[in-house]
């Protein structure tokens, strides 16, 4: 049913893109915002199909869906108004003067080439076909190709369709965006190893991501790949936030740990707290919020076997016991919760329940003292998220804690639960190893762009060849840097 | 003579570093700051010895150290402004507001961790121990460890005292910086491979930088390096400014290809033209200027012995022709310059002519066609910089041309020669690989920060627990992005 495109069709592909890249690096800012603008509204137009096809391949339920294609559009709106703003072009003037030999330097961001996309089977929208990445390379002024996921092949289609109708409209070639479809790992080989291709993005699992990130170090040219490859985002919850409020922390976990059937990267799948009365209250709390949760499918037979296997592996550990599970009859492929517990120590031991189980699968952590903690904050792997459950008095008695947490996320949260991930300038999605290939980005969010330009000086050019961020009259009116100070205004007038 | 540092010690200084990285990371920029200007100023006080001890071991004048060392000054003072401006902390804030979920979301840049740094031979102050590369990984927030040069050793311990002296003076701890000392590669691969360095800065050879690199991916928690490898940096002279200054292009060609007997990784080690009767006079003139420079001794006798290989292996490549030559005796370890020529198809099919030889070494390209030009352009690997010689009627002649020389290089010249880099925010020092690792950062000027930062995201924290960076009244007085528009101000009014 999925065609797997051809060698040949891929070199056209490619071909085409690095064509494109050549329009694309002298489009301005302004034309690229309205180009993301357009891709909103078409993606907006597009009717009932979008959402029905979608709920047909994925499951994903259609207000989540309604809500998801809303994320979509926003983010493409979002990245074009941060992109039109100048800010990652990021201009910097040093002009010729008496007491510098090199005279006159002048420097910004241009896209850094073709870029692949690979999105993620759990956002069928907005982190996929027309998702952020591509958002993110497109206003970077890179040309897309996107390998479609293949658990959602329709959708990948329609969104596809979507951004092509805008080149067409906007008489841009066709290399600026292009859909590749398959199953076989081949073709993302394919493309990662393709000496045209200068850059990669990829949301999904660890195995899949490592090997984009080994492919692409190993070309004769190596290139960056930005791959989110999940996390199991632990909640250290402390002493006093328990005392005051631990069953509605079982709630909140149990209602974060489910939600969307626990298909996000955010997904706390690891609870760390002191042994006691407490985290009893907790516990007990959590059990009954855990039964009472309905079972929904998961997106596709592959991940509810994969949750499946993975879940039934952590459960019987040494020093794990189930604590709480959804006790109805598996139909299809729902994905039922499981919450189990086990000690500090077996935790850190043991490097499977380090690992992500995607789906609703939690660890609490009981641990015998506050030493324990640390320790598991000392051992723990690079995450997306942590999340601190504690009230001020908690903070002030774990600050060293706290700082350690740091070192382990790229976003830390004080209290609520890490799923939803808004987009906006502050967010950071995007840890250290092996949560991202590169905890010097963001996955979302404008600053997602950043992964995708490179900086470039023109020494000594005549006003006329420079890019439009770099004229002297600054006819995009943006934010430049001239010699060290923050400067809005054209340069004519201070220079003449 | 040099000590190889031992494992045992190498685990203390990494220990130290992990443990200066807890307490780098919670100084105020402006703490940062005033540690660099001290650094700049010991530095300055340095006596005597330090440029003997310099000159006696690279051979380098007096006169030019003495240029360097003002030079290694001014790059600590210029990052320490730019690091306390809070540029590279980059803050944005997202405040709460009843239509967003997720509540306060306020980000900004922390150091990455302990950096390794490998320095440079051909630049004892600038590029090496107290270059550079450590100032803007402090800068950053980062403790460094040196790997000393062995080129240089004794100028690198005093140059390793002096930022001791500092960090005494100061009462920081002594992880924040050390200095490892040996000639084995196994020193630079054991720090490189150990889970606790989280990113590598390195100038030098491509070998050197690229095994690096590779060490640095195969990691099980891979890391970013940022090696700077050298480059040939390309001269396309065109048709109208061979016509006007065949001759004075020659001598500011000559010139910059010997200066400093061309130990420079902007070292112009290719020029390309068109055949005729110009690029003859260019030619002759070029002749003249080369046999009237008189060799001094390069850095080392390794680099002076590898030099005399690599230009031997170039000249007697087919279709070469050593065109001029300086007739000298070798005396010790000078550097005679050479210059080649050769054709088009010769010089694309034989990727040897594409490696830079060290040294004063040039191979002039004597193109048939304008077609022939755009094929050595498309052909070419990364550069850090390209240098188009051209009357603006050239550059109107040449846009597809020059356009694809803005995709091989990080730096492109109108006019002029590449040596010399100016450390000011609008110089590019890195380019496309190989003449880097990743070309997305530079080097040089105050934006080599950025490789030594990461985002974090603090969602929801109270005030009191956030860095000074994202608290509502601003205290350091930076620019920040709040709710997407820049904003230097405090948020305490706007909010009550």
Not at 3 to 20: D, F, G, L, Y
Request: with cysteine; glycine share 8%; aromatic share 8%.
């Amino acid at each position: 049913m999925i065609v797997e495109t051809s060698k040949e069709n891929m070199e056209i592909r490619i071909q085409r893109a690095t064509e494109a890249y050549q329009f694309l690096k002298n489009t301005t800012i302004k034309e690229r915002a309205a180009f993301m603008n357009a891709v909103a509204d078409q993606i907006e137009a597009l009717g009932e199909e979008l959402l029905t096809t979608a709920h047909a391949e994925t499951s994903l339920p259609l207000a989540r869906l309604t809500g998801e294609k809303a994320r979509t559009t926003g983010q493409w709106r979002a990245y074009a108004k941060a992109v039109a703003s100048g800010i990652y072009g990021e201009p910097r003037i040093d002009l010729s003067k008496a007491d510098k030999q090199k005279g006159d330097l002048r420097k910004y961001n241009i896209g850094i080439g073709p870029v692949v996309v690979f999105g993620a089977s759990n956002f069928p929208f907005a982190f996929s076909t027309a998702g952020g990445d591509t958002a993110s390379a497109i206003g970077a002024g890179c040309p897309v190709i996107v390998k479609a996921h293949p658990a959602h092949p329709q959708t990948s289609q329609i969104m596809a369709d979507a951004i092509t109708a805008v080149v067409e409209q906007f008489g841009w070639p066709e290399g600026v965006f292009s859909h590749i479809t398959g199953v076989s790992h081949e073709i993302g080989t394919y493309l990662t190893q393709h000496k045209d291709i200068l850059a990669v993005a990829f949301t999904g699992s660890f195995g899949g991501g490592k090997a984009l990130f080994d492919i692409a170090n190993r070309r004769e040219n190596p290139i960056p790949v930005f791959a989110e490859m999940g996390s199991i985002n632990p909640v250290f919850a402390f002493e006093h936030i328990l005392e005051n409020k631990a069953e509605e922390l079982a709630k909140e976990y149990a209602s974060s740990l489910t939600l969307g059937v626990g298909q996000f990267c955010t997904n706390p799948g690891v609870f760390v707290a002191l042994k006691g009365e407490n985290l009893t209250r907790f516990i007990a709390a959590l059990k009954n919020e855990i039964q009472e949760i309905n079972p929904v499918n998961m997106l596709h037979k592959g991940i509810f076997e994969n949750f499946e296997k993975l879940k039934s592996i952590a459960a019987v550990q040494p020093g794990v016991e189930v604590i709480a599970e959804a006790t109805t009859e598996v139909n299809q492929w729902e994905g039922r919760a499981m919450v189990t517990e086990t000690t500090a120590q077996y935790f850190i031991q043991n490097s499977i329940l380090s690992e992500e189980v995607f789906g609703p699968f939690g660890i609490i952590v009981a641990c015998e003292t506050p030493e324990e903690i640390l320790q598991i904050a000392q051992a723990l792997k690079g995450q997306l998220t942590i999340t601190v459950a504690a009230t001020d008095e908690d903070v002030r008695l774990n600050i060293k804690l706290i700082d350690i947490l740091k070192d382990k996320c790229g976003r830390l949260l004080f209290n609520g639960m890490p799923t939803g991930v808004e987009v906006v300038y502050a967010m950071q999605h995007g840890g250290p190893f092996p949560s991202t290939t590169d905890s010097r980005f963001t996955s979302v969010g404008p600053d997602a762009v950043k992964r995708f330009v490179r900086p470039i000086s023109f020494q000594n050019w005549p006003d006329e060849f420079l890019p439009e961020e770099l004229k002297d009259e600054n006819p995009l009116q943006i934010r430049r840097i001239v010699d060290g100070e923050v400067n809005s205004g054209s340069l004519k007038l201070q220079t003449t």
